[in-house]
């Protein structure tokens, strides 16, 4: 009786250990990460002119936004055309909703955490205190998705959204010396400042999409207190997080209208010095939220297409199976 007993207290046990990502195979990726992006750091250190950028080091900027405009989103990408859960082949809904435990495989999600959890932690040392403050939130939050046995599928979404906005966040601060001879800082062209704004200011809006979809998603969590106590945890994470970043933007908005029309004319970008013009910017943009916001959408209807939904239901034609 006392075997009996036991086993049944040690299958209890085993029942109530979460399933998740919190592991020794996360630890050994993130440290795999360390080491590749310190190689990373290197090259750029060697190649990338020497100088300062709002007080980080210029190669900073340029390896920061390398991995906002290429690793994250590729890596997005590579889980969602990866994102089959048993019986539910590649439906968005489905992998939306997935927990670590019932994924076939967790690859390219444990690598965008892993590999954003690296970058921040080694950027740290090179920035500013309000960024410092940035990168440890972040890194709670990646903690926060490895911990919870459901809901890191929205939480990855939502970081890479905000990493494409920091993207466009970086872009400016690097593109003026790229693309012409003037070296100086802050830039005198306007149009990257709006950039800027338009991007973060997208990456925000999807970023809280994101956070308001993960509240109906069950966490997997055991005790309903601890359930909804981490829900709100994450939704006042998540907008404390946009919040902050969007009055930056609006704050470098404004401060790049006031610089530029206090310039003097011979300070000013001429037309003839630009390297695009207004209307190619204003179609870029344009292109930009369209292919974004359309792959969603896609997305989306795909997925609905895809489990047997209709947007636009078709009329019974006398084929009911009611009785009459």
């Known amino acids: 009786a006392c075997r009996i007993r036991q086993q049944k207290m040690t299958l209890k046990k085993k029942e109530d250990v979460m399933e998740n990502a ?22 750029c250190i060697r190649f990338i002119p020497d100088g300062i950028i709002e007080d980080s080091p210029q190669w900073s900027w340029y390896f920061g936004g390398g991995l906002q405009g290429t690793f994250y989103p590729i890596v997005l990408c590579l889980a969602f055309r990866n994102g089959h859960c048993k019986g539910n082949p590649g439906k968005l809904i489905s992998w ?55 809901g890191h599928i929205p939480m990855l979404f939502g970081m890479c959204m905000l990493e494409m906005g920091s993207f466009c966040f970086v872009t400016p601060k690097i593109m003026p010396g790229f693309f012409s001879d003037d070296q100086h800082l802050p830039h005198s062209d306007l149009r990257w400042d709006r950039f800027y704004w338009w991007g973060m200011t997208l990456s925000n809006i999807l970023c809280l999409g994101t956070c308001f979809y993960n509240i109906f998603v069950p966490f997997g969590i055991q005790s309903q207190l601890l359930d909804k106590a ?33 310039m003097q004319p011979h300070e000013k970008i001429h037309p003839n010095e630009k390297w ?11 292109l930009y939220v ?15 297409r895809s489990e047997g939904y209709s947007l636009y239901p078709l009329p019974d034609q006398g084929k009911s199976s009611k009785l009459a």
Not at 105 to 122: H, P
Not at 290 to 304: E, K, M, N, P
Request: proline residues 2%.
């Open 290 to 304: 369209t292919i974004w916001g359309g792959s969603i959408l896609f997305a989306v209807l795909q997925s609905y």
């Open 22 to 43: 919190f592991d020794r195979d996360t630890l050994h990726r993130i440290i795999i990460f360390t080491f590749i992006w310190k190689a990373v750091i290197a090259f």
């Open 230 to 262: 981490s829900k709100g945890f994450f939704t006042v994470l998540t907008i404390g997080l946009c919040y902050m970043r969007q009055e930056y933007s609006y704050n470098n908005m404004f401060s790049a209208e006031t610089r530029y029309n206090t």
């Open 96 to 150: 939306m909703n997935s927990s670590w435990a019932d994924r076939k495989s967790s690859f390219y999600e444990r690598t965008f955490f892993c590999g954003f959890f690296a970058y921040l932690l080694i950027d740290i040392p090179n920035v500013t205190p309000l960024f410092i403050a940035h990168h440890i939130v972040c890194m709670v939050g990646i903690a926060f998705a490895l911990w919870l046995p459901r």
């Open 276 to 286: 695009i013009s207004d209307t190619h910017a204003a179609i870029m943009v344009v």
